[in-house]
């Protein structure tokens, strides 16, 4: 699996990726509703570095990296990560996640900020965890969940 940048010719499959999981709203705090052009807008947009997980031309994950804050909060950064539907349990993430950290290092960044995890996500609450990620924060019912109600959310952070 190659990771590497995203191009404008990748949008097509990035929108397949992120708008189906932007529709189940289960795990993102987006407009379910929203238009593939603004979720495409969203995750690709002129304040992100945008990447794809590729495996023999066909892209099976994607993530973004931005500072998290700016001016003097510009050292931390902040990503955000899909992988799609039929690449779940290979890892997709886990090499992601990894890659945007070693990426995060070469680019100064002094820490990484996950601000918005909802805690009904278990299997990125527990492999943030493994990769080295503490939750620092709980924001309590934060998060409308579409089939559990009202659900907390944690701030996930690592130094780099």
Known sequence: MRLRRAE???????????IPTIREG????????????DALAYWMGPDKETFVAEE???????YFIRPNQAGGGRHVCNCGYMTSAAATGRGIARRMCAHSMEYARSRGYRAMQFNFVVSTNERAVKLWQALGF?????????????TAGEVDAFVMHQPL
């Open 8 to 18: 404008t010719a990748d949008a097509t499959a990035i929108a397949a990726i992120i």
């Open 26 to 37: 289960t795990t993102y705090a987006l407009d379910a509703n929203m238009s593939e052009a």
């Open 56 to 62: 023999d031309g066909v892209i099976l994950g994607t």
């Open 134 to 146: 503490e939750i620092v924060g709980r924001l309590p019912l934060a998060f409308q969940h579409p």
